[in-house]
Structure formats: C-alpha cells, structure tokens
Nanobody, 118 residues
Framework: QVELVESGGALVQSGASLKLSCAVSGHTANMYAVGWFRQVPGEGRDFVANIEWRGRYTYYADWVKGRFTISRDDAKSTVDLQLDNLKTEDTAVYYC???????????WGQGTQVTVSP
C-alpha cells in the first residue's frame, strides 16, 4: 500500500506562482513513477506531469508549455509541482498518484484545490 497526501493548494491571482507538494509513504520500494493530474468539476481528470520514482526522467502534457515543473525530493519523500504564471483556466483540484508499473496509476491522493482569480 502506498499513501499520497497533497498540500499547497490556495487561492491566488492570475500570474502568481504556487508550489504543490505530494508526500509519499508506505511500500514505495517498487514504485515506478508519481504523477500529477488535475480535474475541473464535471470534467475528466487530466494528466499534468510525472516523474520516475527512482530516476530523473520527467514527462509533461503538451499544454503545460513550460509553466509547470515537477521535481522529487528524496530526503522528504515528496514530489512537488511548481506552478508558474497561473491562469484562471488552471483552477482545478490537483491530485498526485503513484504508479507501480507502466500500466497506469494505482494509488491516489485526496487532492488539493487551486483557485486562480482574474
């Protein structure tokens, strides 16, 4: 079992920056990757970015366009998502998830709300 807990969501103005953190614990020895997703009410959950749990490879959704950066802090066992130049359309609940292999994500956090005002 792997546990993931997101934090860092807030209400910010357009153009601001925000750092989300995902604390990862449990049986992570064989985990493959951790990803960030976001979801707007009434819509599907969209992939944002992911990072290998033991390596440094990262992958981003095309629409991120350099505004978001994913990183891993091994000392803290966290995966962070830096959000820069936020836009109103970035308003969503942001989730982190753990994948044990390339088949998909097996464990999910509860989410953290990011609200961007004009």
């Amino acid at each position: 079992q792997v546990e993931l807990v997101e934090s860092g969501g807030a209400l910010v103005q357009s153009g601001a920056s925000l750092k989300l953190s995902c604390a990862v614990s449990g049986h992570t020895a064989n985990m493959y990757a951790v990803g960030w997703f976001r979801q707007v009410p009434g819509e599907g959950r969209d992939f944002v970015a992911n990072i290998e749990w033991r390596g440094r490879y990262t992958y981003y959704a095309d629409w991120v366009k350099g505004r978001f950066t994913i990183s891993r802090d091994d000392a803290k066992s966290t995966v962070d998502l830096q959000l820069d130049n936020l836009k109103t359309e970035d308003t969503a609940v942001y989730y982190c998830a753990g994948a044990m292999n390339t088949d998909g994500y097996d464990y999910w956090g509860q989410g953290t709300q990011v609200t961007v005002s004009p």
